[in-house]
């Protein structure tokens, strides 16, 4: 079945550092894929999306890429900041319409 | 707009009791979802409501879940004979929808249901 996978937390950087959180997904046919972020004491937004393969969906310095060879999408920003630090969660809507599968999410805490 | 709304905010309920959460979807969205964030498990889909036709209820955990939606509007997800392993934070989302494709999810701030 349809199902994602991403790198475990805590992941904890300093301002200005280069961020990856790596997340693999496993699907039928060709699936959509999405990171989403929670802010502390807020609900989960759509950070980016990408629904073909070698789309690259970016936001806010955020960027992924849907790489189907290696069935990854991996989150990148080349410069964090304090106010990144959230939870971050990558998602895929496969077969199933509607229906979006979440990986466990990885806590970012970023220190100025 | 008004984002999505649930209520409410936090419910501590004894084992056994039965617990109604409620969402208010964004208005004009014809497609709703629940969702269930625990610790355990992660990020689970529970229930998708589309316009008028039957709900996926294929992420209800047992039958002791069930919801509806009453004029395609809000929702409301009954938990029966609540149990500790239901303890977690429920999340409402909706989104518009086509039925040929669906668009961005967003959702509401979550109920924490905590059973003691």
């Known amino acids: 079945g349809d199902s994602v996978t991403q790198m475990e937390g805590p992941v904890t950087l300093s301002e200005e550092a280069f961020l990856t959180i790596n997340c693999t997904y496993t699907a039928t046919g060709y699936p959509s894929l999405f990171w989403y972020v929670q802010y502390p004491g807020e609900g989960l937004q759509l950070l980016l999306k990408a629904t073909k393969a070698d789309d690259k969906g970016s936001n806010k310095g955020f960027e992924a890429t849907y790489r189907k060879e290696t069935t990854s999408f991996h989150l990148e920003k080349g410069s964090v900041q304090v106010s990144d630090s959230a939870v971050y969660f990558c998602?895929?809507?496969?077969?199933?319409?509607?229906?979006?599968?979440f990986g466990r999410g990885t806590q970012l805490t970023v220190w100025p | 707009g008004a984002g999505v709304s649930q209520s409410p905010s936090n419910k501590v309920t004894e084992k056994g009791k039965d617990v109604e959460l409620r969402c208010d979807p964004i208005?004009?969205?014809?497609?709703l979802y629940w969702y269930r964030q625990s610790l355990g498990q992660g990020l689970e889909f529970l229930i998708y409501f589309q316009g008028n036709s039957a709900p996926d209820k294929s992420g209800l955990p047992s039958d002791r879940f069930s919801a509806e939606r009453t004029g395609g509007s809000v929702s409301t997800l009954t938990i029966q004979r609540t149990q500790q392993e239901d303890s977690a934070v429920y999340l409402c989302?909706?989104?518009?929808?086509?039925?040929?494709?669906?668009?961005?999810?967003?959702f509401g701030p979550g109920t924490r249901l905590t059973v003691t």
């Open positions: 208005s004009g969205h014809t497609a």
């Open positions: 998602a895929l809507e496969g077969s199933t319409l509607g229906r979006l599968y």
């Open positions: 989302a909706s989104s518009l929808s086509t039925g040929a494709r669906t668009y961005e999810q967003y």
